[in-house]
């Protein structure tokens, strides 16, 4: 098996001693040279002399015993570290993170050719009623399935206030898949039709990611709700191309009911009011945000291209479990 590589282990960058230093032998002079300095060492840990400091004051001590010794005084709970935390706001974070997804959706989810389609469309035909109906059909599927990744959420302890949003925008959400059945009723397709269809796996895909970051990591699950609830926009392009292309009304009507839902309650602003109730984040945290934000709009952009390539194509509208 290949071996595991183990982070190498940190080291405070103003240790600080929480215990004092007792000397039990009288014969301290008699001691040889090394305790001396290791005595001399524990003194200096006051939380306001630098590791480097450290090594410079003891020269009877090289840089790799001090850090040594430090490491050993952590593992056994012996000292913390003092030095001062760099941080920054969460509203100034968040504005920074919807910075990032915006550039990644121009290289992605913008030239999705689901989403290319749809921007096109200006007349009857432009979007065909087989895609646009397997929208619908993958985004119940997503609804459906909207608690895997919203109730993890639901008792986040850290904040109270923003667990209260997260209650408040669950209780909106909850029964939304209902709203989309009667477009899908409308289509022929009845609840056990959709009971028996199993969703496309980019759209399980970016269900299990999502469920994950909410059990694991619920900041940057806050994250992604911006982008799913559609921040900044105050219009669905796939409604208009459905209405551009004369679609029946029973099935873009209930898309209409859902969006006016989302845009008068705000959800797209979820995420920046969240984000604004935490008062600091650490830069490591603030990184850790940073570097998983591809990966989730790839996963995005994966689902519109997984509905384009699905529903363009010559296969059956559902995919059932009882014909497996």
């Known amino acids: 098996m290949p071996r595991v590589q183990r982070p190498e282990p940190t080291v405070a960058s103003y240790p600080r001693l ?41 020269p009877a001590l090289s840089s790799e015993e001090v850090e040594g010794l430090i490491q050993s005084l952590d593992q056994a709970g012996l000292v913390d570290d003092d030095a001062e935390v760099n941080y920054r706001t969460g509203y100034d974070v968040i504005l920074e993170l919807e910075e990032i997804v915006e550039e990644h959706c121009e290289s992605t989810i913008y ?5 290319q389609t749809c921007l096109a469309a200006r ?33 986040y302890v850290p904040n109270t206030a923003v667990r209260l ?15 989309l059945l009667k477009a899908l009723n409308f289509a022929g397709l009845s609840r056990e039709d959709m009971r028996d269809a199993i969703p496309l796996p980019e759209t ?13 990591d619920p900041l940057f699950f806050f994250a992604t709700l911006g982008l799913l609830e559609g921040q900044g926009t105050e219009h669905d392009s ?26 008068n309650a705000a959800h797209g602003n979820l995420t920046r009011a969240i984000f604004s109730e935490i008062p600091v984040l650490d830069v490591a ?30 296969a059956p509208l559902l995919r059932r479990v009882s014909l497996l």
């Open 111 to 115: 030239r999705n050719p689901f989403w």
């Open 204 to 216: 399980m895909g970016l269900c299990n990611a999502l469920a994950h970051w909410a059990h694991s």
């Open 165 to 179: 949003l997260l209650n408040q925008f669950f209780s909106e959400e909850y029964g939304h898949d209902e709203i």
């Open 285 to 314: 945290t603030v990184a850790r945000l940073k570097r998983q934000l591809r990966l989730f709009v790839e996963l995005y952009d994966d689902f519109y291209t997984g509905v384009w390539r699905y529903y363009t194509s010559a």
């Open 123 to 155: 007349q009857i035909g432009d979007l065909s009623e087989k895609l646009a109906l397997g929208m619908i059909i993958e985004n119940w599927h997503f609804l459906f399935r909207e608690s895997y990744f919203d109730a993890p959420v639901l008792s």
């Open 18 to 58: 929480l215990s004092a230093v007792r000397v039990h032998d009288a014969a301290v002079g008699d001691a040889p040279p090394m305790h001396g300095a290791i005595q001399r060492t524990l003194g200096r840990l006051d939380g306001r002399t630098s590791l480097a400091e450290l090594g410079r004051a003891e």
């Open 238 to 263: 796939f409604i208009t191309a459905c209405e551009r292309s004369d679609l029946p009304l029973g099935l873009v009507g209930p898309l209409k009911a859902h969006a006016n839902i989302n845009l």
